[in-house]
């Protein structure tokens, strides 16, 4: 089965909210909820890209669609490394160790 071929899909979708968006979320913070999301999720993105890091560069009968997905997800990591080091500034200033959702949602607050 080519798991690949859905994920792309996925993907897709995803990077089609990330991109419009702002043009039929109900509100502003939709938008932000979104991002939010996206980081809290960032390991399954990472894992992803890593599977189709791993079969791109192989042999395999999924290569094409491999190397397709990771270039999908270029938007969803585009966006896991802006806020990630943001969060980690964040959490050393403030002498935290793990954030709650508020505190995630005003860093994206401020730094979109």
Avoid: C
């Avoid at 690949?4 to 939709?30: E, R």
């Avoid at 894992?47 to 791109?56: A, D, K, V």
């Avoid at 397709?68 to 935290?96: D, G, T, Y």
């Amino acid at each position: 089965m080519n798991i690949f071929d859905l994920s792309i899909k996925v993907v897709n979708i995803l990077n089609f909210f990330i991109t419009y968006g702002d043009n039929f979320l109900p509100t502003p913070g939709s938008y932000d909820e979104l991002y939010y999301e996206v980081i809290r999720m960032h390991q399954v993105f990472d894992n992803i890209y890593s599977m189709g890091l791993r079969y791109s560069m192989g042999d395999g009968d999924f290569k094409e669609d491999a190397l397709k997905l990771n270039n999908a997800l270029f938007n969803v990591r585009a966006i896991i490394k802006h806020f990630n080091p943001k969060i980690e500034q964040w959490l050393v200033s403030a002498n935290l160790s793990t954030p709650n959702e508020e505190q995630i949602l005003e860093i994206v607050k401020k730094k979109l």
